[in-house]
């Protein structure tokens, strides 16, 4: 089984800080792990996803992730926030087919000007 | 590339009715397409996983009678909710996995469709 925890379901940065969103998982096999974010009443949007290629991923918008298999942990940062980073971001994860992703409870990113 | 679409964005209906929410996928084809459910505040849940051309894989807890959805054709999946009550009111959002590529493939996630029943 496969499951997700985001630490802090609100976090709140001031507008240049380092956004720094965390993310452990379990899996007991191999896992791919996906950051996205969601805007209000919108679907989801991939950030970026580890599949057991380089651990130190980058994505969009400035965003990237590193994943560490010791400390089961996959967290999502950014050197310098910006309003538009304001949204909600999941953490979640697969098995190496892509089948079933499991989400985090997700966690709500405030930027205050 | 890999869009996916959802119709409607918003629907509002009284509670008895049934609502069809359509999923396509525009620009590739979808052999699996999934459904998720995401409540206020809370994050998203797989409801069911729909292959083309055979029947869907509820997860537990959902009722497959209640949530009929039909995978047709690879481009097109509907979720039926029948005799919608207020409690069935929440953010539908659907996936799709493009047929295409190696043993991993990424899905790709529709707007949302938001449900209210009154």
């Known amino acids: 089984a496969q499951s997700v925890t985001q630490l802090g379901s609100h976090v709140s940065v001031s507008e240049g800080a380092l956004v720094l969103l965390r993310c452990n998982y379990s899996?007991?096999?191999?896992?791919?792990l996906f950051w996205y974010v969601q805007y209000p009443n919108q679907g989801l949007q991939l950030l970026l996803k580890y599949t057991s290629a380089a651990t130190l991923v980058k994505g969009i918008n400035g965003f990237e992730a590193e994943f560490k298999k010791s400390e089961t942990s996959f967290h999502l940062t950014k050197p310098s926030a910006h309003m538009s980073d304001a949204a909600e971001y999941f953490c979640?994860?697969?098995?190496?087919?892509?089948?079933?992703?499991?989400f985090g409870a997700g966690t709500i990113l405030r930027v205050k000007s | 590339g890999a869009v996916v679409s959802q119709h409607p964005s918003r629907v509002i209906c009284k509670s008895g009715t049934s609502v069809k929410i359509e999923c396509r996928s525009l620009?590739?084809?979808?052999?699996?397409m999934f459904w998720y459910r995401q409540f206020p505040k809370q994050s998203l849940m797989l409801m069911a996983t729909s292959n083309e051309g055979s029947k869907a894989t509820y997860e537990q807890g959902v009722e497959k009678d209640k949530f009929l959805i039909n995978h047709a054709s690879l481009t097109l999946s509907t979720l039926t909710v029948t005799s919608a009550h207020p409690e069935d009111s929440s953010f539908y959002i659907c996936?799709?996995?493009?047929?295409?590529?190696?043993?991993?493939?990424?899905?790709?996630f529709g707007p949302g469709t938001r449900l209210t029943v009154l």
């Open positions: 979640a994860v697969s098995d190496l087919r892509g089948n079933k992703l499991v």
């Open positions: 620009d590739f084809q979808a052999t699996t």
């Open positions: 899996s007991s096999v191999p896992p791919y």
């Open positions: 996936s799709a996995r493009d047929s295409s590529g190696g043993a991993f493939r990424e899905q790709f």
